[in-house]
């Protein structure tokens, strides 16, 4: 049965090798998760600040405790580590190569970042351009940073949220896309009577990321 293929219609009718899935789930090389969703804090903040609502989301979505899907929160400056994740949860044989195969049977990729962390999910996000790997959704939260406002052509689906109530730090208000025939801006979103740190803590942003989460999920 080494040879042994199948088109899947789950998949676009993309060609599986149930050897190589055998393979990867035999040797425990890797297991891949449905959604893999990376959170950036802003500034000199925690990942395990509770106050912080990138932590807060963070918090929620590992509450609905569904074994496909993993969430993993970073300061800004650790967006590499993100990136290091995430080519591990694609890379399942570990050749240090992307193969179309991998891709098919890569997780669905959600960043989401507040203040300096709507950066780092730019950052990433153009980095797995390079190589070809998808992102499902990018969620910018006050976003501050040189370039952060343009979303690269390998996002699929993009929103941003942000506050004018600061006078001094104000965020992006309009994202703009490389792309518009691969990317859809699902809104900019003003979220009124909140400062800039305040604004990640908003109900409307943590409703609005676990809702798509368990879309993606498929989760009740």
Same mark, same amino acid.
């Given at each position: 049965?080494?040879?042994?293929?199948?088109?899947?219609?789950?998949?676009?009718?993309?060609?599986?090798?149930?050897? !190589?899935?055998?393979?990867?789930?035999? =040797?425990?090389?890797?297991?891949?998760?449905?959604?893999?969703?990376?959170?950036?804090?802003?500034?000199?903040?925690?990942?395990?600040?509770?106050?912080?609502?990138?932590?807060?989301?963070?918090?929620?979505?590992?509450?609905? =405790?569904?074994?496909?899907?993993?969430?993993?929160?970073?300061? =800004?400056?650790?967006?590499?580590?993100?990136?290091?994740?995430?080519?591990?949860?694609?890379?399942?044989?570990?050749?240090?190569?992307?193969?179309?195969?991998?891709?098919?049977?890569?997780?669905?990729?959600?960043?989401?970042? =507040?203040?300096?962390?709507?950066?780092?999910?730019?950052?990433?996000?153009?980095?797995?351009?390079?190589?070809?790997?998808?992102?499902?959704?990018?969620?910018?939260?006050?976003?501050?940073?040189?370039?952060?406002?343009?979303?690269?052509?390998?996002?699929?689906?993009?929103?941003?949220? !942000?506050?004018?109530?600061?006078?001094?730090?104000?965020?992006?208000?309009?994202?703009?896309?490389?792309?518009?025939?691969?990317?859809?801006?699902?809104?900019?979103?003003?979220?009124?009577?909140?400062?800039?740190?305040?604004?990640?803590?908003?109900?409307?942003?943590?409703?609005?990321?676990?809702?798509?989460?368990?879309?993606?999920?498929?989760?009740?």
């Amino acid at each position: 049965m080494k040879n042994e293929q199948a088109v899947s219609p789950d998949n676009g009718g993309v060609l599986v090798r149930f050897d !190589y899935i055998r393979g990867i789930a035999k =040797h425990g090389k890797a297991v891949s998760s449905r959604a893999l969703v990376i959170g950036f804090v802003g500034g000199v903040r925690s990942p395990n600040d509770l106050k912080q609502g990138v932590v807060q989301i963070g918090n929620r979505l590992k509450s609905i =405790h569904n074994p496909e899907l993993q969430v993993e929160i970073y300061r =800004h400056w650790h967006w590499k580590k993100a990136y290091d994740l995430i080519y591990q949860n694609v890379d399942l044989n570990r050749d240090e190569e992307i193969s179309n195969e991998e891709l098919e049977l890569a997780p669905r990729i959600v960043i989401y970042g =507040h203040s300096l962390g709507g950066w780092a999910v730019i950052k990433l996000s153009r980095s797995l351009e390079r190589i070809c790997v998808p992102v499902e959704l990018t969620v910018q939260i006050d976003s501050v940073g040189i370039g952060d406002e343009k979303i690269p052509s390998n996002v699929k689906f993009a929103a941003n949220f !942000y506050q004018r109530s600061n006078m001094l730090l104000r965020g992006e208000d309009k994202l703009k896309v490389e792309n518009e025939g691969k990317t859809i801006v699902l809104g900019n979103f003003l979220i009124k009577g909140v400062g800039h740190e305040a604004v990640a803590r908003g109900s409307e942003i943590s409703d609005f990321l676990t809702e798509k989460v368990r879309s993606i999920c498929e989760i009740p």
